[in-house]
């Protein structure tokens, strides 16, 4: 069980206001806050123990050093990989999606090859395969969605063949908060000789992830969705395919032996982490990932299923509401929604007022947006920290907007 009132008083900036009203953060899935103690570890590092990483032999750097590898540790915990050199630290998704394309698969892919996605893409796991495809001769193939809105699979099942070389699929919408079938889609994945790539930026942060159980070969996600810093994330993969992937930045510390004209690297990780790393970075998301262990990933995710059907009904009681993928069977803590006749981004300045803080607009999923028929969305997003009482106080600001725009009232 997760005490929320303990919890929430964990957050600096849940005890704010918004436009002079308490604030309520529903934008997770944008970005999570941030604990204390991920604050207080970023905190402790430049004020105790900043120094840069292998370089130096005294003694902070040498701490520091092993605080950052005892978080590259963490993270294979954290997801159950085979070892720690199978995590890789990054910018975040966007950086190991491109990574994985242009340092694996550029070399792999080739003319009448596909490449499986999905409709629910973010542009992060959409465009890098555009790229690859235009470059490759590859085409790439969509997996629709069914009339409730989760991954169509009997269509999956068409789709992935003996021209499949690779399937890169989000594990939750960031739209729709659909969640897909990762293990049916990497056994379909298998069977034809094909790889998968999983954007986990929405999973990680809200589900208990297991690489092996669910057998993906790569997979990629961020810290600052799930309460750490903003420009660290992860790229995993299995060592087999590591050691076939080229590094994409040079320079520094990822460098074995260098000559004039020529350079050997390091072993994997290092060898793909290129100059000085966001070590602050590392350090918070060492400590976000601590604090979420100690609450426990299956305890956050059994409250935020509770929390986000207690949220569907209080929103479905509202007239002239189109929730997007309302009957979808498996859901993560994302819900998105209109108000017949208010434009999305009208509908967000007026809640903003009122102290709401959610997104509008198309969401970085240009394509779903046009799959859905409709040009923007208003999306709320939860995680562990928010509470009924939050989304009584949405259900109350979306009533006020809505008389706003009907009558000019608030």
Excluded at 62 to 73: A, D, G, N, S
Excluded at 262 to 278: D, L, R, S, V, Y
Excluded at 279 to 305: F, S
Excluded at 399 to 409: R, S
Aim: glycine fraction near 6%.
């Amino acid at each position: 069980m997760i005490d929320v009132d303990t919890v929430k008083s964990d957050f600096p900036i849940l005890q704010t206001t918004m436009n002079e009203e308490p604030l309520v953060y529903l934008d997770n899935a944008a970005t999570t806050q941030k604990p204390q103690v991920v604050l207080e570890a970023i905190n402790q590092y430049y004020m105790q123990e900043n120094a840069n990483i292998y370089r130096g032999i005294y003694q902070i750097a040498e701490k520091t050093t092993e605080k950052f590898e005892t978080v590259r540790k963490q993270v294979s915990t954290f997801v159950n990989s085979a070892s720690e050199r199978e995590i890789i630290f990054t910018k975040g998704t966007t950086q190991a999606l491109n990574w994985i394309a242009q340092g694996y698969f550029l070399d792999k892919i080739h003319p009448g090859d596909e490449i499986v996605l999905s409709y629910l893409e973010h542009h992060s796991n959409l465009i890098p395969w555009q790229q690859l495809a235009q470059k490759t001769g590859a085409t790439l193939k969509f997996i629709p969605l069914n009339e409730d809105g989760d991954l169509d699979l009997m269509a999956a099942k068409e789709i992935i063949n003996s021209q499949t070389a690779l399937v890169a699929i989000t594990h939750v919408s960031n739209v729709l908060g659909v969640v897909t079938p990762i293990a049916e889609l990497s056994r379909l994945a298998h069977e034809n000789n094909a790889l998968i790539v999983v954007d986990g930026a929405q999973s990680v942060p809200h589900h208990q992830l297991d690489v092996r159980k669910l057998d993906i070969d790569f997979l990629a996600f961020s810290g600052h969705k799930m309460l750490a810093p903003t420009g660290i994330g992860v790229l995993y993969g299995k060592m087999e395919y590591l050691k076939e992937m080229r590094p994409i930045e040079f320079g520094g510390e990822m460098i074995s032996k260098v000559g004039l004209t020529e350079a050997t690297f390091k072993p994997i990780p290092w060898c793909f982490e290129a100059g000085t790393q966001h070590i602050a970075g590392v350090i918070g998301l060492g400590a976000a990932l601590t604090y979420l262990t100690n609450i426990g990933m299956d305890n956050i995710e059994t409250y935020e299923q509770e929390l986000t059907s207690y949220a569907l009904e209080k929103l479905s009681s509202i007239s002239g509401i189109e929730i997007y993928g309302e009957k979808a069977k498996h859901k993560s803590s994302i819900i998105s929604f209109n108000l017949t006749g208010i434009h999305a981004h009208d509908a967000a300045t007026v809640l903003d007022l009122q102290g709401i803080a959610l997104r509008a607009g198309h969401h970085c999923a240009q394509p779903l947006m046009k799959y859905l028929q409709i040009q923007a969305s208003l999306r709320v997003s939860f995680y562990f920290y928010n509470t009924k009482q939050d989304v009584d106080r949405l259900v109350t600001a979306l009533l006020k907007t809505k008389e706003y725009f009907e009558n000019g009232i608030i």
